[in-house]
């Protein structure tokens, strides 16, 4: 311990279970792709009852900009976990271009600031008057994030760097310490996802997959497949790395609104620090200024 140094990177942006649903927040260029105006507002707590667990909240809202093939979008997040608070503010907009008549790819960029915080003050602390857990800290930071999505009748796929710019605590003999807006590709989280929705007898089948990619850490995978019955009822099972099974709800109400609900399950010794697992509940709304409200052709992600 007293010559040894180790650094230990981890994934710290906010995951979502009905992450095709919250494409908006995953990546810029889904922004606009919908053919109508489109939003999402999610919460997931995880860990239920476990002091200091994550708590996030989100809104997305993103639609076409008529008669161009540009879309645009914003959305808005706030994330505490322990004695931290990341609260988001971004502005998205992309560029969709065709492939052929049923294909298509999408560009997108998202600019935006964060507003970071950590209350010292709260930490339980060996040596009282420690001077990085003194007090509570504010930043607030200049941030850009980038998308491709590429998607067709009943498939997509995408890639997504959210955000280019981390928080990083500083050393310094003067102050002490300083949280400071880096760019650095050992902290930058990537991502890389798609699906495919085919028909199995009388029901749709949706398998998907999501990679997380961060330096120095176990690539981690979402392993998810979904089946619509009734064309109302999502039924869904998911497998998170390295150890969490997910289980996913999701109702389609009418042409304008769908609510999901998921529960986590986690499979390791975490498990007996929070018992009731996470939840994730959300409602999504589709709505046009035409005459007929909702979506105008089908689509399931």
């Not at 606009?32 to 009852?49: A, K």
């Not at 209350?119 to 930043?139: H, L, P």
């Not at 029901?203 to 990679?211: E, G, H, I, R, S």
């Not at 109702?251 to 769908?258: A, E, G, N, Q």
Request: no cysteine; charged share 20%; glycine share 10%.
């Amino acid at each position: 311990m007293m010559f040894g140094v180790f650094a230990a990177k981890t994934q710290n942006y906010v995951q979502y279970n009905h992450y095709i649903a919250n494409q908006g927040l995953l990546n810029p260029a889904y922004n606009g792709t919908r053919d109508v105006i489109s939003g999402i507002m999610v919460h997931r707590n995880q860990f239920l009852l476990a002091k200091g667990a994550p708590m996030n909240e989100a809104v997305n809202i993103h639609g076409p900009v008529e008669g161009t093939d540009l879309g645009v979008g914003v959305w808005i997040a706030n994330d505490n976990v322990g004695l931290t608070n990341t609260f988001d503010f971004f502005g998205a907009a992309s560029y969709k271009f065709a492939v052929d008549r049923k294909q298509f790819v999408s560009l997108g960029l998202q600019l935006g600031v964060s507003s970071f915080i950590i209350n010292g003050d709260d930490a339980v602390v060996a040596d009282y008057g420690d001077e990085i857990f003194t007090g509570k800290t504010s930043k607030v930071n200049f941030n850009v994030g980038f998308g491709a999505y590429y998607f067709g009748d009943n498939y997509f796929g995408g890639f997504s760097i959210p955000k280019f710019f981390s928080n990083e605590l500083k050393k310094d003999d003067l102050d002490g310490g300083e949280y400071r807006n880096v760019f650095s590709g050992k902290n930058i989280h990537s991502y890389l996802y798609g699906g495919y929705v085919f028909e199995w007898g009388d029901v749709k089948v949706k398998p998907t997959l999501l990679a997380r990619f961060i330096y120095g850490a176990p690539v981690m995978f979402d392993i998810t497949s979904n089946v619509l019955v009734m064309e109302k009822l999502w039924l869904g099972l998911s497998y998170r790395t390295p150890s969490d099974l997910v289980f996913l709800t999701e109702y389609i109400i009418d042409r304008r609104f769908t609510v999901r609900y998921s529960f986590d399950y986690g499979l390791s010794d975490v498990n007996q620090i929070s018992k009731y697992g996470s939840h994730e509940i959300s409602l999504q709304f589709d709505f046009t200024f035409g005459k007929r409200p909702g979506m105008r052709s089908i689509r399931y992600f």
